[in-house]
């Protein structure tokens, strides 16, 4: 197939991401967006790239899995690791963005490229991708009329999960007198998390609120089936009433830098834009009703008086089972050329996301061109990604953030606490391999 250009469904992380790695390598591309015509639940602004969740993209750190990925993304000439960097707010080790300069920078880019056209309007069935390649990067709302289409091609189940989203706390109303800031484990410097200390009574007079709090009814149609790495935090609740106080609210680490006292349970605070005007609930993923949020969190110490500039909510997560339908150039076994991206894939994260979005806008505009599609080492960050999307037991698939298990077996014995590093000059090492013979 040499046409030149290529169709792409979504305007979020992957398909912004692929648009770009496409347009990069000469090919024309269509990139359909339905806002602001419509849209999904989660969703509210027109921007590309919208961030619905939190504004973190996690550790920064190379010796990190994700932190590795972010590091082979931006070697790869990622926009989507480009705009982070430039619109970052101070995380700690993390890497966190001004969600609405980001988004606003990925739709500058991709409006002002040249082989980058934008389509505002709905798309609802898969288009054929016998003219030309196709991406599918609609996200984990993907619209009930495209996922039929993708349902009656694929012949398979699609299967789905309940993602939260965590509430965000305006900074004017928070009590500094109670809240101290500070990282984990960092002693140098004042911290980037703010944090809101819980005695052991304060700590179980919560956790007794949250167990008798109201929560949004599913829909009589609906099964729930979380995120294991974004629970909410009723559901962790129910799990014991210390699963909070080992998870997201855990002390370790957050002695208050003036007394050295360890608390009993801490809320952390993120900053959500460079103004450090707004915070998010660290880890505070829920579904609780919008009054019981109100009426729960405002018990915690220094969220007295707290106004919620966004309450937390739940959305459905749609993705293909990707083993039995993904080759490992992204595209699907029963269709060549039609390549899907992104948390439909398979992936969950927004990094992750955009990284399955790189992949699939090198491999369509390889296909463009009349090149075959390349698939990237499996000891990099993204061949580990691959390698889990296409040979996982596709009975018990789910969804995975990168991490070091996906890698494949290291061959000699290194030290735990060198393994990160280890991985990741290997990692990189053979990206810049792949990039060689990647091409042009």
Sequence with gaps: MQSGKITIVGGGLAG??????????????DLYEMKPHRFSPAHCSESLAELVCSNSLRSDAVDSAVGLLKEEMRRLDSLIMRAADATAVPAGKALAVDRERFSALVSREVASCPLIRIRRQEITEV??????????ATGPLTSELLSRSLLALTGSDNLAFYDAIAPIVSAESLDMEIIYRKSRWDDEGPGDYLNCPM???EYERFIELLAGADTVPLKSFEEPRYFEGCLPIEVMCERGADTLRFGPMKPVGLAHPETGEVPYAVVQLRAENREGTMYNMVGFQTKLTY?????????????????????GSIHRNTFICAPRLLTPTLELRSRPGLFLAGQLSGVEGYVESA???LLAGINAGCLARGMAPVAPPPATAHGALISHLTCSDPDHFQ???????????????IRKRERGRYRAGLALALLAEWKERMPA
């Excluded at 912004?16 to 591309?29: I, L, S, Y």
């Excluded at 054929?128 to 599918?136: G, H, M, Q, S, T």
């Excluded at 729960?296 to 110490?301: A, D, E, G, K, L």
């Design 199 to 201: 005695n052991r009574e």
């Design 127 to 136: 288009p054929d991708p016998e003219e030309a390649p196709v991406i599918l």
């Design 355 to 357: 990284a399955m979005g």
């Design 399 to 413: 969804p995975s953030n990168v991490n070091f298990g996906l890698f494949p077996p290291l061959e000699k014995k």
């Design 16 to 29: 912004c991401e692929a648009a770009w790695q496409a347009a990069r390598r000469g090919v024309a591309v």
């Design 291 to 311: 009054p019981e949020q109100k009426r729960v969190f405002r018990t915690i110490p220094g969220l007295e008086q707290a106004e919620f500039v966004r309450l």
